[in-house]
Antibody
Framework: EVQLVASGGGLVQPGGSLRLSCAAS????????KTWVRQAPGKGLEWVSV???????YYADSVKGRFTISRDNSKNMLYLEMNSLRVEDTAVYYC????????WGQGTLVTVSS | DIQMTQSPSTLSASVGDRVTITCRAS??????LAWYQQKPGTAPKLLIY???SLEGGVPSRFSGSGSGTEFTLTISSLQPDDFATYYC?????????FGQGTKVEIK
């Protein structure tokens, strides 16, 4: 069974940094890509970033230049380095992938507030 | 990016009602569409993937149909546990996009 466990969320001041981690396990075939999705309080779902098995990365315009996605294949880990955080980055962040069907983790809450 | 337009935004229904939610993609996404149920404070729960495949453990009263740009989620007989918010999502592109959500409320 595929499991994705996100961690690293917390309270950070505007302008601060945070690094999210996602531990992945249970894949019979390594997924072609892994992604981050977020959901602000009371709002809908927003795609944030993706990293392909090739190493190619893509970002939503709202986080481009501030967030960096990376992975450590030897540890089956996915990361999201978040810099220059803004109040509007406050959200639950989910790591996810798909192998014909989407797989999601349980999410980690990031709160950006002074 | 591919825009997903979901309707209605709110739906009032009674237990036992047949409920249909529609999702339209701005361009063809083949059958790469998923439906989720979300309750407050919890992660989205996958109901349907590849437009019409029922996720394991999901009751058979949930069904999905469509391909290309037009998709529907149907709940054949609404149960008390089904009052929640539902989202569609395309994964034809790496840039996942989501419908705005449909809140199913008690009438």
């Amino acid at each position: 069974e595929v499991q994705l466990v996100a961690s690293g969320g917390g309270l950070v001041q505007p302008g601060g940094s945070l690094r999210l981690s996602c531990a992945a396990s249970g894949f019979t075939v390594s997924p072609n890509y892994k992604t981050w999705v977020r959901q602000a309080p009371g709002k809908g779902l927003e795609w944030v970033s993706v990293i392909y098995s090739s190493g190619n990365t893509y970002y939503a315009d709202s986080v481009k230049g501030r967030f960096t996605i990376s992975r450590d294949n030897s540890k089956n880990m996915l990361y999201l380095e978040m810099n220059s955080l803004r109040v509007e980055d406050t959200a639950v962040y989910y790591c996810a992938t798909e192998d014909g069907r989407p797989n999601w983790g349980q999410g980690t809450l990031v709160t950006v507030s002074s | 990016d591919i825009q997903m337009t979901q309707s209605p935004s709110t739906l009032s229904a009674s237990v036992g009602d047949r409920v249909t939610i529609t999702c339209r993609a701005s361009q063809s996404i083949s059958s790469w569409l998923a439906w989720y149920q979300q309750k407050p404070g919890t992660a989205p729960k996958l109901l349907i993937y590849e437009a019409s495949s029922l996720e394991g453990g999901v009751p058979s009263r949930f069904s999905g149909s469509g391909s290309g740009t037009e998709f529907t989620l149907t709940i054949s007989s609404l149960q008390p546990d089904d009052f929640a918010t539902y989202y569609c999502q395309q994964y034809n592109s790496y840039w996942w996009t989501f419908g705005q959500g449909t809140k199913v409320e008690i009438k």
